[in-house]
C-alpha cells in the first residue's frame, strides 16, 4: 500500500517546528507502542538529533507488554532514554515529568549553580494520531483543542507545565513519501493517515492478515470463531456472519465489518497487539 499524502500545510508545519526547535531546551517525541518504527518519522528524528530528547511509547496499554519491554532494551542499548505509557494515566504522567526532568538536569544545574531562575521549554513533536494533546492536556491538566483527525492544521501552543517549564505542542507531521508498504500500511491502522485516502477494504483485509499472522487466538476470541486457517475475504465474511451484519437478501454489510474491525484494533478490542519488534528495524522507513 503505497501513500503520497504531504499536504501543503506539512512542509508549512515543518518550516514552522525547524524555526522553533532553536528556541527549546529539549524535545519530547511521541510513537505509538504498537509501531514503534511506522509512527517514528525519519526527518523529525533528523532534526532533533541535536537536542536532549525522551522518546515517549505512548499507547502501552494497547501494546504487548512483552514486546513494549524489547523494545525499552533496545532502546536503552541505543543510549535512547525511552519510557512506555499511557498518556492519560496518573503513573504515565509522573513517568514523563521525571524523564524531560532527568533531561535537562545539566542545564537546571547549571541555572542554579549561576543563581538564575529560568523557564525552561520543551517541544512536544510525533506523527498523527499518536496522542500528543491528550499527553499534553494530561502533564499539565489543560485542555487543548484535539481532533481525531490526522492532519488537521493547528498553530503550535504554548502550555505551562509548571513553574519552571513550559511545553510546546506542535501539529502532527509525517514525511513527503510514504513508500514503504510496511509503514504505509501501519500508519494508516493507528490512523495517522487519513481513512480519506486509503483503501478500507484493503487495509481491513491487510489487518486481519498481519493479526492472523501475530495473534490469531485474539482474533478468533474476538470474533467467536474457531478456524484458524481463515485469511483475507473468507475472513472477514465469517466475522459478518457471526456479527449479524447482514443486508437486504441474507448479502453480507461488508462496509459495517471492515469499519468494525479497524476501529475495533484502533481501541485495543481485539487485544494488546504490538505490530513491529526491534528485530524488525532491517526495513527501511
Not at 541535536?50 to 523494545?71: E, F, H, I, R, Y
Not at 525552561?120 to 491538566?141: D, H
Not at 526491534?278 to 522507513?285: A, R, V, Y
Request: charged share 25%; hydrophobic share 40%.
Amino acid at each position: 500500500m503505497s501513500i503520497n499524502w504531504y499536504p501543503g500545510h506539512m512542509a508549512k508545519s515543518k518550516r514552522i517546528l525547524s524555526e522553533q526547535l532553536g528556541r527549546v531546551n529539549a524535545v519530547v517525541e511521541l510513537c505509538d507502542a504498537r509501531v514503534p518504527i511506522a509512527s517514528r518519522n525519519p526527518d523529525l528524528i533528523a532534526l532533533i538529533q541535536n537536542k536532549p530528547s525522551v522518546l515517549v511509547l505512548n499507547k502501552a496499554d494497547l501494546a504487548d507488554a512483552g514486546a513494549t519491554k524489547l523494545w525499552l532494551n533496545h532502546y536503552k542499548q541505543q543510549g535512547v532514554n525511552a519510557i512506555a505509557i499511557q498518556a492519560n494515566n496518573k503513573s504515565g504522567v509522573q513517568k514523563t515529568k521525571q524523564a524531560i526532568r532527568n533531561v535537562l538536569k545539566d542545564i537546571i544545574l547549571s541555572n542554579q549553580n549561576k543563581g538564575i531562575r529560568k523557564t525552561l521549554r520543551v517541544m512536544v513533536v510525533g506523527v498523527p494520531n499518536v496522542g500528543k494533546s491528550t499527553f499534553i492536556n494530561a502533564l499539565s491538566k489543560s485542555s487543548l483543542v484535539t481532533e481525531d483527525r490526522p492532519g488537521v492544521t493547528r498553530a503550535p501552543q504554548w502550555v505551562k507545565l509548571s513553574d519552571d517549564l513550559l511545553l510546546l505542542d506542535t501539529p502532527g507531521l509525517l514525511w513527503p513519501k510514504l513508500d514503504n508498504e510496511s509503514v504505509s500500511r501501519h500508519l494508516a491502522y493507528i490512523a495517522s493517515v487519513s481513512d480519506k485516502v486509503v483503501d478500507l477494504y484493503k487495509l481491513c483485509i491487510d489487518l486481519l492478515n498481519e493479526l492472523m499472522e501475530l495473534a490469531p487466538s485474539l482474533v478468533l476470541k474476538r470474533y467467536k470463531l474457531d478456524d484458524q486457517s481463515l485469511r483475507g475475504e473468507e475472513l472477514l465474511n465469517a466475522i459478518c456472519q457471526k456479527r449479524g451484519f447482514l443486508l437486504p437478501g441474507a448479502q453480507y454489510d461488508i462496509d459495517r465489518a471492515v469499519n468494525t474491525v479497524i476501529n475495533e484494533f484502533r481501541d485495543g478490542l481485539i487485544g494488546r497487539i504490538t505490530l513491529e519488534k526491534p528485530e524488525d528495524l532491517s526495513f527501511e522507513t
